[in-house]
């Protein structure tokens, strides 16, 4: 059965028991050390406990190519990120890279991953994501933008999305605007509850939505099981 995780700021994991993906794991507290913004919840597990094929980084920024916790991590591991986050990979001592730029697609397993257009400070991409019939959208860090729009067309089960509304993010209005326009089945506000500056009140998306859906932290769940809540 498909699971899905969320580990906090934009990070996921999926995993069918077969393959697992993770999606932008900040697991140490480096924009803590490097611009005194201390993390708001403990890491879920430490970085050398990441057990997974593939992980995504949607950007190059350190709470998503996370550099003091990617050289801890298991070298086996895939990474795919844009072209522009490829020499800061290579620095953390990454041998498996493979660039996943907007427009890529890779097969694993069951998976299938896809990285889609975002608008943000850097380079930057979402993420779809097909597994037996289920699309799930990652929208990653993005402004709102009208191109946005047109991922509707892969027909959205599941959508994950920033709220935070600083930084080069969506603010909840937009996202609100956005879920109504592509209109999933479930909206999953994300990237808020890490750092105390750049946060904001999920119920401020669900309560406006009537598709709103809002994960625990580090809580597993059956992708199934969100879908029919």
Same mark, same amino acid.
């Given at each position: 059965m498909l699971k899905v995780k969320w580990i906090g700021q934009n990070g996921y994991i999926l995993a069918d028991g077969k393959n697992t993906i993770c999606i932008d794991p900040y697991l140490s507290d480096v924009v803590n050390r490097v611009a005194n913004r201390p993390r708001m919840v403990e890491?879920? &597990?430490?970085?050398?406990?990441?057990?997974c094929d593939a992980v995504i980084c949607t950007h190059n920024h350190i709470d998503?190519?996370?550099?003091?916790?990617?050289?801890?991590?298991?070298?086996?591991?895939? &990474?795919?990120?844009p072209?522009?986050?490829?020499?800061?990979?290579?620095?953390?001592?990454?041998?498996?890279?493979?660039?996943?730029?907007?427009?890529?697609?890779?097969?694993?397993?069951? &998976?299938?991953?896809?990285?889609?257009?975002?608008?943000?400070?850097?380079?930057?991409?979402?993420v779809v994501v097909k597994h037996s019939g289920v699309t799930m959208y990652f929208t990653g860090d993005t402004e709102y933008h009208?191109?946005?729009e047109e991922l509707k067309e892969y027909d959205i089960d599941i959508m994950f999305i920033c709220i935070n509304g600083k930084l080069g993010n969506m603010n909840v209005d937009e996202a609100v605007k956005l879920t109504k326009i592509i209109n999933p089945k479930v909206g999953v506000p994300t990237h808020y509850g890490m750092f105390e500056s750049n946060t904001e009140d999920p119920r401020n998306y669900t309560l406006k939505l009537?598709?709103?859906?809002?994960m625990e932290y580090n809580k597993t769940y059956g992708v199934l099981d969100v879908l029919n809540q």
């Amino acid at each position: 059965m498909l699971k899905v995780k969320w580990i906090g700021q934009n990070g996921y994991i999926l995993a069918d028991g077969k393959n697992t993906i993770c999606i932008d794991p900040y697991l140490s507290d480096v924009v803590n050390r490097v611009a005194n913004r201390p993390r708001m919840v403990e890491a879920p &597990f430490k970085p050398e406990e990441l057990q997974c094929d593939a992980v995504i980084c949607t950007h190059n920024h350190i709470d998503h190519v996370d550099i003091d916790a990617i050289p801890l991590m298991d070298k086996r591991m895939l &990474f795919l990120a844009p072209s522009d986050a490829e020499q800061t990979l290579q620095a953390c001592g990454v041998k498996k890279y493979k660039a996943f730029d907007e427009g890529s697609t890779v097969a694993l397993g069951d &998976f299938e991953l896809s990285a889609v257009f975002a608008d943000h400070s850097a380079p930057a991409i979402g993420v779809v994501v097909k597994h037996s019939g289920v699309t799930m959208y990652f929208t990653g860090d993005t402004e709102y933008h009208e191109k946005l729009e047109e991922l509707k067309e892969y027909d959205i089960d599941i959508m994950f999305i920033c709220i935070n509304g600083k930084l080069g993010n969506m603010n909840v209005d937009e996202a609100v605007k956005l879920t109504k326009i592509i209109n999933p089945k479930v909206g999953v506000p994300t990237h808020y509850g890490m750092f105390e500056s750049n946060t904001e009140d999920p119920r401020n998306y669900t309560l406006k939505l009537d598709c709103g859906f809002i994960m625990e932290y580090n809580k597993t769940y059956g992708v199934l099981d969100v879908l029919n809540q």
